[in-house]
Nanobody, 119 residues
């Protein structure tokens, strides 16, 4: 099982960035995928999640209306479109997969990709 997050970088406040999470080695269409982030000195937090089909999504209040999660099961990839970025969005972003969308502890994790929002 592999999850590979990519697309991080440095962006100005108010800017946009799209992260990708490429999966391999398991039945991707049978798993929900979540995005999580961890800022320096802070605990990891959930950013949002997408169901197996992609029709259901959940978002943290802090990103609602700014971030969009989507998935392409044919490409075994999940995306996190981040708009109107703020300095407080600076963190290492991780993707994770689990059979249960609402699981409290996702089973499979990828390595993180760093997002820095700074002027």
């Amino acid at each position: 099982v592999q999850l590979q997050a990519s697309g991080g970088g440095v962006v100005l406040p108010g800017g946009s960035l799209r992260l990708s999470c490429a999966a391999s080695g398991f039945s991707f269409e049978d798993y929900a995928v979540g995005w999580f982030r961890q800022a320096p000195g802070k605990a990891r937090e959930s950013v949002g999640k997408v169901s197996l089909s992609g029709r259901t999504t959940f978002y943290a209040d802090s990103v609602k209306g700014r971030f969009i999660i989507s998935r392409d099961n044919a490409k075994m990839t999940v995306y996190l479109q981040m708009n109107s970025l703020k300095p407080e969005d600076t963190a290492v972003y991780y993707c994770a997969a689990d059979r249960n969308l609402l699981s409290a502890s996702y089973s499979y994790w990828g390595q993180g990709t760093l997002v820095t929002v700074s002027s």
